[in-house]
């Protein structure tokens, strides 16, 4: 049996012989090189050499058998109370943050500096829409085009 050398090479041949699959107790070509690779290869071979797959491991359900699904729930960002900006609604992690938010923002924004100035009170309207206003109610699976005024 030394001519099914071939798909491994010429030189690191060391022996191969005829067996059963410890598994699924098939008839299997066990081949051998002298660097120490084990194959099984499928038995009786006809021309090139096939590499032996246990048949009993084909199972579509195999695969889902060995894990256990394991769903987690996010930590850190739900159960930490945050601080909201009372103008834009941004979360922050502490009232440093927050208070970096308004300072930077106060250049840009003129509700941040009214905020900051006269400290404008902002209710969370940003939140609250009614839905009678809004008369753009998006289908889900459309393409809705808008037509401009």
């Known amino acids: 049996m030394r001519h099914f050398y071939k798909s491994h090479g010429k030189h690191c041949y060391l ?7 410890p598994k699924c107790k098939v008839d299997v070509l066990y081949w051998e090189c002298t660097h120490g690779s084990k ?19 084909l ?21 930490k109370a945050q601080v909201s900006c009372p103008v834009c ?29 006269d400290q404008y009170i902002f209710e ?6 009614n839905e009678k206003e809004t008369k753009y109610h998006p289908k889900f699976g459309r393409i809705i085009l808008k037509k401009g005024k």
């Open 15 to 21: 022996r191969s012989f005829k067996t059963s699959c």
């Open 59 to 79: 199972k579509k359900n195999h695969r889902s058998d060995r894990f256990q699904v394991i769903i987690k729930k996010p930590i850190g960002f739900l159960e």
């Open 89 to 117: 609604g941004k979360l922050f992690e502490n009232e440093n943050y927050l208070k970096d938010h308004i300072n930077q923002m106060k250049k840009n924004d003129d509700n941040h500096k009214l905020f900051l100035e």
């Open 39 to 57: 194959i099984f290869f499928e038995y009786p071979p006809y021309g090139k050499l096939i590499r032996h797959f246990c048949r009993q491991n």
């Open 124 to 129: 969370n309207n940003f939140n609250l829409v």
